[in-house]
T-cell receptor, first 111, second 113 residues
């Protein structure tokens, strides 16, 4: 079955760049997503990338997709304390209308 | 103001009681989803519905039930058969376009003692 793996924790200083990594197993995934969750809240969709793209940029966010290695990354430029949250990677399950989520990466931004 | 609402934010129940969690959306989305979130476990799919009067089991449906009588509403009942019901429950809905983005409600934290 599908599986999505993420590192559990990342700590950076304010103003630095953050890179959160994700690997997935379903080679036929068509869409991959990044969500952000603040404490006690629901998930907020940050961005998504279609599998025929290598890169997508949206303001401070850059998503890179390496289909050969089934590796997805989210880069946050000029990281702020307000970016501290849990970040989830998800893939759309081929042939289904469901998503498989990773376990989330907790990003801690220190001043 | 369009969105997904879940109520209540916090819910407390005694063991052995059934409890129903509410999820309403006014986004005109066809598909709706229920997830359970436990610390360190990520999100696990309980049930989903792609259209009114139809729903499918997710990965952890045992001990849960749902209904989809209206497009806007997808209530989840946590029954007494669910062995570990204490968790954070998230409802989501999905647009009908090809990108399949899901949009989430604020969640309900259920505590069963």
């Amino acid at each position: 079955g599908e599986d999505v793996e993420q590192s559990l924790f990342l700590s950076v200083r304010e103003g630095d760049s953050s890179v959160i990594n994700c690997t997935y197993t379903d080679s036929s995934s068509t869409y991959l997503y990044w969500y952000k969750q603040e404490p006690g809240a629901g998930l907020q969709l940050l961005t998504y990338i279609f599998s025929n793209m290598d890169m997508k940029q949206d303001q401070r966010l850059t998503v890179l997709l390496n289909k050969k290695d089934k590796h997805l990354s989210l880069r946050i430029a000029d990281t702020q304390t307000g970016d501290s949250a849990i970040y989830f990677c998800a893939e759309r399950n081929s042939g289904y209308s469901t998503l498989t989520f990773g376990k989330g990466t907790m990003l801690l931004v220190s001043p | 103001d369009g969105g997904i609402t879940q109520s209540p934010k916090y819910l407390f129940r005694k063991e052995g009681q059934n409890v129903t969690l509410s999820c309403e959306q006014n986004l005109n989305h066809d598909a709706m989803y229920w997830y359970r979130q436990d610390p360190g476990q990520g999100l696990r799919l309980i049930y989903y519905s792609q259209i009114v009067n139809d729903f499918q089991k997710g990965d952890i449906a045992e001990g849960y039930s749902v209904s989809r009588e209206k497009k806007e509403s997808f209530p989840l009942t946590v029954t007494s058969a669910q062995k570990n019901p204490t968790a954070f429950y998230l409802c989501a809905s999905r647009r009908g376009d090809a990108a399949y983005e899901q949009y989430f409600g604020p969640g309900t934290r259920l505590t069963v003692t």
